[in-house]
Nanobody, 115 residues
């Protein structure tokens, strides 16, 4: 079973940037769409970005223009570049396939944006 390991989170001031990584322990088929999800305290997990094997992306309206998803199929790694961060972006960020969760969830990476 492929394991997903997210990293790159941290504490940043509003307006700052972070780059998240999601590394898979095994091969992720390029036919799978990979998604970045986040879960804030007391809220449901939500999809914020997705990237196809060919690099096409989609974003939630709340992050459009600020976040950029990408992937390196050779490295089985997915990235999320987050710019112009806002306090409302504070959450634990996860990756998994979309629309169906094919893998067990990783531990996520905490992103905290201070105002």
């Amino acid at each position: 079973q492929v394991q997903l390991v997210e990293s790159g989170g941290g504490l940043v001031q509003a307006g700052g940037s972070l780059r998240l990584s999601c590394a898979a322990s095994g091969s992720i088929s390029s036919i799978y769409v990979m998604g970045w999800y986040r879960q804030a305290p007391g809220k449901q997990r939500e999809l914020v970005a997705s990237v196809t094997g060919g690099g096409s992306t989609n974003y939630a309206n709340s992050v459009k223009g600020r976040f950029t998803a990408s992937r390196d199929n050779a490295k089985n790694t997915v990235y999320l570049q987050m710019n112009s961060l806002k306090p409302e972006d504070t959450a634990v960020y996860y990756c998994n396939t979309w629309p169906y969760y094919r893998y067990n969830w990783g531990q996520g990476t905490q992103v905290t944006v201070s105002s």
